[in-house]
């Protein structure tokens, strides 16, 4: 099956800063690359995704990015604020009914 | 992308019962999964809800411990039977709308067994 591996566990910045959260899938039949956003006592929100046929895709102050070749993407989210402090969760697919997700990063925005 | 709930949003069982979690979703769906997530974990899926058919569960987990009703393409519902500490988690339930394979959680059910 898929394996998604997820770096950093923990990152720290300063408010205004550039954070960037990569991940690995090992099966190259996956098509569709997800990032979930969770705060506390919350469930995964939905924030940003991306389709095998898609190189980058862009939205305010978050981008993903896919490199099918490498087999990785990544999350990046400009101009940090502290309301951006969360557990982010990135997860691989390639039927819909079949999620595998990253262990998660855990993002602390400094004020 | 749907409103859903879930009752109970938190709970403290003994352990040797069982406990039933209710997902409601504002819009008919055709897709509805179970997940749980242990303390500072990630997500594992439990089963895939079918309306009008069994439940189909991923490796590792039972009908016997988690049985599933999805009575509606609305409404769905996850048993915790015969609790023991270990099924101390946050259970979520998603939906997937139609769209291409976008899933969209609900709220959570965190659940401590004593």
């Known amino acids: 099956g898929e394996n998604v591996e997820q770096h950093p566990s923990t990152l720290s910045v300063q408010e205004g800063d550039s954070a960037v959260i990569k991940c690995t899938y090992s099966?190259?039949?996956?098509?569709?690359f997800p990032w979930y956003k969770q705060e506390l006592g919350k469930g995964p929100q939905l924030i940003i995704d991306i389709r095998s046929n898609v190189g980058e895709k862009k939205d305010q102050r978050i981008a993903v990015t896919l490199n099918k070749t490498a087999k990785h993407f990544s999350l990046h989210i400009t101009e940090t604020q502290p309301e951006d402090s969360a557990v982010y969760f990135c997860a691989a697919s390639r039927r819909i009914n079949k999620f595998y997700f990253g262990s998660g990063t855990k993002l602390n925005v400094k004020p | 992308s749907a409103v859903i709930s879930q009752k109970p949003s938190r709970d403290i069982c003994q352990r040797g019962t069982s406990l039933t979690i209710q997902c409601q979703v504002d819009s008919q769906v055709t897709m509805m999964f179970w997940y749980r997530q242990q303390p500072g974990q990630s997500l594992t899926l439990i089963a895939t809800?079918?309306?009008?058919?069994?439940?189909?569960?991923e490796s590792g987990f039972v009908i016997d411990k988690f049985p599933i009703s999805r009575p509606n393409l609305t409404f769905s519902t996850l048993t915790v039977s015969n609790m023991s500490p270990e099924d101390s988690s946050i259970y979520l339930c998603?939906?997937?709308?139609?769209?291409?394979?976008?899933?969209?959680f609900g709220p959570g059910t965190r659940l401590t067994v004593t």
């Open positions: 998603s939906v997937g709308t139609g769209g291409y394979y976008e899933q969209y």
């Open positions: 809800a079918n309306q009008g058919s069994e439940a189909t569960y």
């Open positions: 099966d190259s039949a996956s098509n569709y």
